[in-house]
């Protein structure tokens, strides 16, 4: 009787982070005391009903012992495309706890994208053992996907689809399409082909419909096709669903031959991964997920403070050379921070727009110039603006005209530097076929920290005669 | 003869960054020189065939003098969804210099959700112009869309949709079909609705395709819908077809009624702009453009910079308090910079990924405990690492291993500080209806430069007994 109510989040509760979906903590509780008392009826009432989205979110929210017993009680009522929609611990963890054949039952329901995403992080001895218990034409399907590389359109392609020569007719493909039992489960286009599996051209469904039953598909066809390499980078990909605005394009391997079919659910994921990288190598954090333990997350860290560790003792060394300077004018060590600071954070200013127009291939040839020379002017408008206020606030604390003189000069030196630096480190990256939002940040504040502390130590040195 | 060599890329030239899309230098130049001479026909082969996305990029490529000459020579062969992919200063540039029934015309051809997109930046005056020049039923249906808030579903919604009812059969919808005249360009899904067009189901095409004629739609109808209310955020509704898997979703009123049609070309856009934000939110960069001046860079940037250097007077004053301990030991003028930039690194680290967290609501009440103890024991973790690393440094260099034992401590402590605060900042901005990717980062950094000066220095002073 409670029960339908524990699918719907309550009015009142809770928090608006949480009342997405249709897994409450309510729910949580009562799915995990089922399994606990075994009792696959009730499981199903809960939760048969669940979108796999839902049901994935339901499965991180179990504990991980509890996790195997979902899937064992709801037996072929548990969609393995829940797993899609789990972090990676998450998966493995529960695909090492479940017997072979359960994983394999599972796999076969699946799209083979859906199969390929699943198995491609598995260790690799599980992985045969999987396979191997597949039937062949399945085996094979799989097994052509997961020998492309990471990362590229091979492994992300579904690869059911229709396909047709040119000589039928709307009708015919029609009826074709009523009787046909492997059709994948959701499509938006038919694909032409000829005898030799190579593309002729797409009838997107909308057209196919609107077209009269007798109309043969090769007058009806669009043949202008954006085609995705197989091998082709899934953030390539992307791109040309998004530039494009695609639903779905068809992969061709090395011999131009249709394999397979990327659909924009799974662009979705895969642009929505690459901003979650970028946004995440900016600030030093690789590939972690919410469910890393403190260890994982840790070292996974490491690497990046460790650098930045070290650059500091760089910028520190500048500040060495000056130890005679800050001892006759304490002031000096005060202030220095300020204008390193900024320039930090003017730099990460014209960085972060370098490293997003690089990722949109909105920058080539024709405007770098233009971009390199409109930041190092906005370093120069910025820093003269904001060098009146730091200039008259730091001569004002220290009643010292000549200090704010001196420190609003090396502002301005190092907001020029922070504009030029900001482009060029992201941009030479590039160049050098590495990804900016890596390893940008550590240089450009690196730059900018050795720059603010020497300009302005080495300027109050001259300037006061501390030589 | 040259001109169809100028639509691709050649093989050798371009830089990768350009070799997208059609749109090559020499084509830039061919097509400005044809606007000058006002060849009309030349143009057309050259342009005439180009993707929207391509016609975009041409447009953003071109001096803004030759833009209007530009659309006014290809006349209706112009495709005005090309403004829907350019720049807002170059779209808003280009309307204003066409004539107005240039842009009447223009707009009639397209679908509503790129008519909203191209009127909704104008000035008010001139959208009421064009909109009073458009026929009745084509300006009711854009009014009706801008009259919702901005980035809500009803600004992004396509209001040409299929809608039938349900005691028709598939037969008779596929026919219905062939005939529509005011059909969408493109749709994946067919309504179906009551005679008060309250939505009652879907049926994705496949499945109309697949269905006998003679099924009724009743019977074969998809009724668990997820459908977006008009008045939702545009991201929100990224979210659900993220989740969903949604390739499109019916967009409905107060009163419950169809009004329009949400497709994910449109999403991914929204899911990009949206992750876009966020990473310049992170760097302090607002709303800004590839196209904008110096001046329009400059001042969007000023206010976060001006923040930016009231916290660091505040940091500085920290510094202040200890002006006598430096004095003595000016080493530590030295090496203070090095704590409050680890403890900076490390918060922000954290703070990014609480930011990502919350923005694709990963964190809720369920795990907000385990992420906050997780990123305490990381900075704690590193913490200890790196403070053996950094006090070996510090005390070898200035020969003291005292400094090396104080300076481990406050890196230590700046650290465990760094999770702490990396977390607990952008959850209560969260908490106050505010977007934590803007106003997060100078709160963590300003907590880690005080509390990394004032721990270093503070115990400093009490260890060496400089009081």
């Known amino acids: 009787m409670a029960e339908p109510d524990l699918l719907t989040p309550e009015p009142d509760a809770p928090a608006p982070e949480e009342a997405e979906g249709h897994v409450t903590a309510a729910l949580v509780e009562a799915v995990s005391e089922t399994i606990r008392t075994g009792d696959a009826e009730r499981l199903r009432s809960l939760v048969g009903d669940l979108h796999e989205a839902d049901l994935g979110e339901l499965l991180e929210a179990l504990d991980a012992d509890d996790r195997p017993g979902l899937v064992e009680l709801l037996g072929d009522q548990f969609d393995f495309t829940a797993l899609t929609e789990v972090d990676e611990s998450v998966r493995l963890q529960l695909l090492e706890s479940l017997p072979t054949d ?10 083979s994208d859906d199969a390929v995403y699943i198995l491609e992080d598995m260790e690799a001895e599980d992985r045969q053992e999987i396979l191997e218990r597949l039937p062949l034409p399945e085996r094979a399907a799989l097994t052509r996907s997961l020998d492309f590389p990471e990362e590229t359109a091979g492994r992300r392609m579904q690869t059911d689809f229709v396909a047709v020569p040119p000589f039928w007719t709307a009708g015919r493909t029609i009826d074709y399409l009523r ?3 492997d059709a994948p489960e959701t499509f938006y286009e038919v694909y032409v082909i000829d005898p030799a599996f190579k593309l002729l051209g ?12 007798e109309a043969r598909l090769e007058s009806i066809l669009k043949d202008e096709v954006r085609e995705v390499a197989a091998t082709e980078d899934q953030e ?6 998004q530039r494009y605005n695609l639903v779905s394009a ?3 391997d090395e011999a131009g031959r249709l394999v397979g079919v990327l659909t924009v659910d799974d662009i979705v994921d895969v642009i929505h991964q690459e901003a979650d990288e970028d946004i995440k190598a900016l600030a030093g954090v690789g590939d972690e997920e919410l469910s890393d333990t403190v260890f994982q997350t840790a070292r996974g860290r490491f690497p990046w403070l460790l650098v930045n560790l070290l650059t500091a003792f760089l910028a520190a060394s500048v500040i060495g050379l000056f130890e005679g300077t800050i001892e006759q004018m304490v002031a000096l060590a005060v202030l220095m921070p300020i204008v390193a600071s900024m320039g930090g954070n003017a730099g990460t200013q014209a960085m972060t727009v370098t490293v997003r127009a690089l990722a949109m291939r909105e920058l080539g040839r024709r405007n770098v110039r233009r971009i390199i020379a409109r930041e190092v002017l906005v370093g120069l408008v910025n820093g003269v603006s904001l060098a009146m206020v ?3 606030g730091a001569g004002l604390w220290f009643r010292n005209l000549d200090l704010g003189v001196v420190i609003a000069t090396a502002l301005i030196v190092n907001m020029l530097v922070a504009g030029l630096f900001g482009t060029l480190v992201p941009l030479s990256i590039n160049k050098l076929k590495l990804d900016p939002a890596v390893a940008s940040g550590v240089f450009v504040t690196t730059v900018t920290d050795v720059i603010g502390f020497f300009a302005f130590l080495g300027l109050a040195t001259w300037w006061f005669g501390f030589l």
Do not use: I
Not at 102 to 111: F, H, I, N, Y
Not at 236 to 241: Q, Y
């Open 236 to 241: 390539e990909a992307g791109r040309l669903f």
């Open 390 to 392: 730091l200039g008259a």
């Open 179 to 181: 009787e046909m039992k």
């Open 202 to 213: 797409t009838v997107p469904l909308d057209m196919l419909l609107r077209s009269p039953r």
């Open 250 to 252: 068809p992969v061709t």
């Open 102 to 111: 359960v994983t394999v039952e599972g796999l076969r329901e699946l799209d």
